[in-house]
Nanobody
């Protein structure tokens, strides 16, 4: 099995910054894409940012220029640097990873348990 554990959430004032981390562990042969998602109360979960194993990135329009996604392949860890935070960024943030555990099976998408980000004065 594979576990994803997020950390770094919390309460921050508008305009502030936070850095989220997502550490993957367990039976991991390789990880292709890794993503950050978020879900605010009463809203559907949305993709915030994604990154491939080669480092190609994509962002939701609402966070472009403010958030930066990165990963450390040696540590199987995903990051999300969030700057100029707004109240609309308040949500539970989840990471996901497309993992291959061995040479005989295909890839499987795993999810973390989420970390809360609250932007409020």
């Amino acid at each position: 099995q594979v576990q994803l554990v997020e950390s770094g959430g919390g309460l921050v004032q508008p305009g502030g910054s936070l850095r989220l981390s997502c550490a993957a562990s367990g039976r991991i042969l390789s990880i292709s894409s890794m993503n950050w998602h978020r879900q605010a109360p009463g809203k559907e979960r949305e993709l915030v940012a994604g990154i491939t194993s080669g480092g190609s990135t994509k962002y939701a329009d609402s966070v472009k220029g403010r958030f930066t996604i990165s990963r450390d392949n040696a540590k199987n860890t995903l990051y999300l640097e969030m700057n100029s935070l707004k109240p609309d960024d308040t949500a539970a943030y989840y990471c996901s990873a497309l993992v291959r555990s061995d040479y005989y099976s295909g890839t499987r998408n795993y999810w973390g348990q989420g970390t809360q980000v609250t932007v409020s004065s």
